[in-house]
């Protein structure tokens, strides 16, 4: 389970008796992993802000493009694309973690399948502190606290797709101490 390689990787790097300090984050490879394939499967901005107007009539692709036109880029949508990635409504933390001689996948822009912060020259300015913080959260709680579903069943992952990507139920949860 994902839990417990996350727990076991945390152990390993920071141990139980003292709390995660921001160093500790950049000696982990799973949870960076976790953290990108949360961000593929629950893009916080599911519509990016790249968007583009047509000033004129044009055809994009083999499809007419009417003048006036607004075009956005879909992340939640590209993110789930199985022409993109394997098996993409599955929660597979391991497809970011970088095999021996590759590149650790980044999430800042480079690599369009997944731009959570935008790409260019219209990136989120701080996509760096934000990724950088978001790690450190997660993993300090999972470091704390064991989460396990509450007895009003199991997590509904369902979302409300907006400009922002809202669960559209509150999550319940039980949290235990792990130190």
Request: with cysteine; charged share 25%; aromatic share 6%.
């Amino acid at each position: 389970m994902c839990k417990s390689r996350v727990h076991d990787e945390l152990d390993m790097v920071v141990g139980k008796s003292r709390a995660v300090n921001e160093s500790d984050v950049s000696a982990m490879v799973y949870l960076p992993a976790v953290v990108k394939e949360v961000l593929r499967l629950h893009p916080p901005g599911p519509l990016l802000s790249w968007a583009r107007l047509a000033i004129t009539d044009t055809t994009v692709d083999g499809c007419h493009v009417p003048e006036g036109t607004t075009a956005m880029v879909n992340m939640w949508a590209i993110s789930r694309d199985p022409e993109v990635w394997v098996d993409p409504l599955e929660f597979k933390p391991e497809r970011f973690v970088a095999k021996e001689g590759e590149l650790e996948f980044s999430v800042l822009g480079s690599d369009l399948r997944l731009a959570p912060f935008g790409s260019g020259r219209r990136t989120c300015p701080g996509k760096a502190l934000g990724l950088t913080t978001v790690s450190f959260w997660v993993a300090s709680l999972l470091h704390e606290f064991e989460w396990v579903p509450s007895d009003q069943g199991p997590v509904d992952l369902k979302e409300l797709l907006k400009l922002s990507c809202e669960m559209a139920n509150p999550l319940t949860v039980k949290v235990h101490p792990r130190r």
